[in-house]
């Protein structure tokens, strides 16, 4: 995509707010605003994003939830060390070694109810975030096998998440029933943005 934003007062107001600039030279966003439930996909330059983009052959190291906090766009999000906290996504779009792009929820088409979506994710503001036993159980640091004979449960916390896994869950929670084949607790942030209920709109500046 090309790099030059959209600016024009139109283009600005379809992405809820003048701090919102969104890249879309092929005009994906015509008539779409952001809306709570839609999915943010994170790429960050830095050690760690890039191991986990290795690790999970994935585009994005990070997803989470839009949601607006008294008309402030905000970030609904399972993060490392933190667990699941509400983030300004103005943050991020200040910090340029981070890119953030936009996936629109097709709720309606998937049968997602958007309201139980976001009170069903903000009920575990505040939790923890996923064990280190979890990476293993669930990216395959460990042979099932071994973990087995360790003890490793499939699921070592359900109240506990990874990004990838808060999103895919609550979104299950909320009615989608697509990509069946795919398990919360083993999704990566680039399985979330390829669900067949999202629909990449563009890179938010």
């Known amino acids: 995509?090309?790099?030059?934003?959209?600016?024009?007062?139109?283009?600005?107001?379809?992405?809820?707010?003048a701090a919102l600039r969104l890249h879309d030279p092929e005009g994906m966003a015509d008539g779409h605003f952001i809306r709570e439930g839609d999915v943010f996909g994170f790429k960050t330059r830095g050690f760690w994003?890039?191991?986990?983009?290795?690790?999970?052959?994935s585009r994005f190291s990070h997803v989470g939830f839009a949601i607006k906090i008294r008309g402030?766009?905000?970030?609904?999000?399972?993060?490392?060390?933190?667990?699941?906290?509400?983030?300004?996504?103005?943050?991020?779009?200040?910090?340029?070694?981070?890119?953030?792009?936009?996936?629109?929820l097709r709720a309606e088409e998937f049968g997602?109810?958007?309201?139980?979506?976001?009170?069903?994710?903000?009920?575990?503001?505040?939790?923890?975030?996923?064990?280190?036993?979890?990476?293993?159980?669930?990216?395959?640091?460990?042979t099932p096998e071994l973990a087995d004979k360790l003890g490793i449960p499939a699921i070592?916390?359900?109240?506990?998440?990874?990004?990838?896994?808060?999103?895919?869950?609550?979104?299950?929670?909320?009615?989608?029933?697509?990509?069946s084949r795919l398990f919360a607790i083993q999704a990566s942030p680039g399985d979330v943005t390829e669900l067949a209920c999202l629909e990449g709109m563009g890179r938010v500046a």
């Open 1 to 17: 995509m090309s790099s030059e934003p959209i600016t024009n007062q139109a283009d600005t107001q379809r992405v809820q707010g």
């Open 49 to 57: 994003s890039a191991a986990i983009r290795l690790r999970t052959e």
């Open 156 to 179: 070592t916390n359900r109240q506990r998440f990874f990004c990838s896994d808060y999103v895919l869950a609550k979104l299950r929670a909320a009615g989608y029933r697509g990509d």
């Open 112 to 142: 997602i109810n958007r309201n139980k979506l976001i009170s069903g994710a903000l009920v575990n503001w505040g939790d923890a975030y996923a064990s280190p036993w979890q990476f293993l159980r669930s990216f395959g640091f460990v």
């Open 72 to 104: 402030r766009q905000c970030v609904l999000e399972a993060r490392e060390k933190i667990g699941v906290r509400l983030f300004p996504l103005s943050r991020y779009q200040a910090d340029s070694s981070t890119e953030v792009w936009w996936f629109r």
